[in-house]
């Protein structure tokens, strides 16, 4: 069993940052991805940023390359997104995830273990 808990979001204006945290406590293999994903209303789910924690490079939508990062502390269990050049669009609530064996790393379904989620809200 994996919990997530995120940490981090908030109300900033167009072209502000944020860091986003994830602490994550349980068995977390190093086989398993971790990711971040985000849910406007009336949308569908949507991964950001995922990270393999035995490392490699990360998968990183397009719609946020160049702004935001994703980075692990897997010593302290540690998932962060860095949020850079905010735009309203990134207006939603941004979810921790955790799979095991995750074959589609932009998958929501792939991923086991979710966080309550932490609110991110843009305004222009």
């Known amino acids: 069993q994996v919990q997530l808990v995120e940490s981090g979001g908030s109300s900033v204006q167009t072209g502000g940052s944020l860091r986003l945290s994830c602490a994550a406590s349980?068995?977390?293999?190093?086989?398993?991805?971790m990711g971040w994903f985000r849910q406007a209303p009336g949308k569908e789910r949507e991964a950001v940023a995922t990270i393999y924690r035995s490392g490699g490079n990360p998968y990183i939508a397009a719609s946020v390359k160049g702004r935001f990062t994703i980075s692990q502390d897997n010593a302290k269990n540690m998932l962060y997104l860095q949020m850079n050049s905010l735009k309203p669009e990134d207006t939603a609530m941004y979810y921790c995830?955790?799979?095991?064996?995750?074959?589609?790393?932009?998958?929501?379904?792939?991923?086991?273990?979710w966080g309550q989620g932490t609110q991110v809200t843009v305004s222009s």
């Open positions: 349980g068995y977390t293999y190093t086989y398993y991805c």
């Open positions: 995830a955790a799979g095991r064996y995750v074959a589609d790393p932009f998958q929501p379904t792939e991923y086991t273990y």
